[in-house]
Each structure stands twice: as structure tokens, then as C-alpha cells.
Nanobody
């Protein structure tokens, strides 16, 4: 079983920045396509960003485009989400996900999911 270990969440003022990290551990004999999702109170889970197995192709949701950047380190099976110019509306639990195959970058059907990390942006 693959475990996804997330870090980097916390409390930040509006306009600030955070970098989320998510490392795959356990049965990690190959690289993964990975994604970041978020769930805010009263809202459905939202795909924030995704990156292909190779890391050469990315997707960013319109709500975060230009502010958030997804990247990955295949040697460490780690995905990052750099979040700049944070807004109170970005407050949510952020989840990472991984899959060993490329499907659509906008898919929601990942094989492995992290436990989530809280990001809170104060006004």
C-alpha cells in the first residue's frame, strides 16, 4: 500500500504564501501522476492542480491559475503545491492524490489519497 504524507499546511494572512508537500512512501517502486484537491466548508471537493507521471504536463484550476504552481520530484515521489497571493477563499483542507498511470489531468479517480492538511487564510 502507498501512503501519502502531506506537510506544509497552516495559518497565513491574506496575500501570503505556503508550499504544500506530499511524499509517497511504502510501495513506491515507480513514479506517479499526482494531484492536489481541496474541500472548503459547504463546498464539494475541487481539483486544484494535477501533474503527469513525467512531470512535463500540468493542470491548474481557473480559481488558482497564476497563483498556485504544482511541481514534482520523481526521485523522491514528492509533489509540491506552491501557493502565492493566498485569499481567504483558499481556506480548505487540501488533499494530495497519486496514481501510477496517466489518465486525464482533470480526473478525480486516483488510486491513493492523503489524509489532508488544513490551510487557513485570514483576512
Amino acid at each position: 500500500q502507498v501512503q501519502l504524507v502531506e506537510s506544509g499546511g497552516g495559518l497565513v494572512h491574506a496575500g501570503g504564501s505556503l508550499r504544500l508537500s506530499c511524499a509517497a512512501s511504502g510501495r513506491t517502486f515507480k513514479n506517479y501522476a499526482m494531484g492536489w484537491f481541496r474541500q472548503a466548508p459547504g463546498k464539494e471537493r475541487e481539483l486544484v492542480a494535477a501533474i503527469s507521471v513525467s512531470g512535463r504536463t500540468t493542470y491548474h484550476a481557473d480559481s488558482v491559475k497564476g497563483r498556485f504552481t504544482i511541481s514534482k520530484d520523481n526521485a523522491e515521489n514528492t509533489v509540491y503545491l506552491r501557493m502565492n497571493s493566498l485569499k481567504p477563499d483558499d481556506t480548505a483542507v487540501y488533499y494530495c492524490a497519486a496514481d501510477d498511470r496517466n489518465w486525464s489531468l482533470t480526473r478525480t479517480t486516483y488510486d491513493y489519497w492523503g489524509q489532508g492538511t488544513q490551510v487557513t487564510v485570514s483576512s
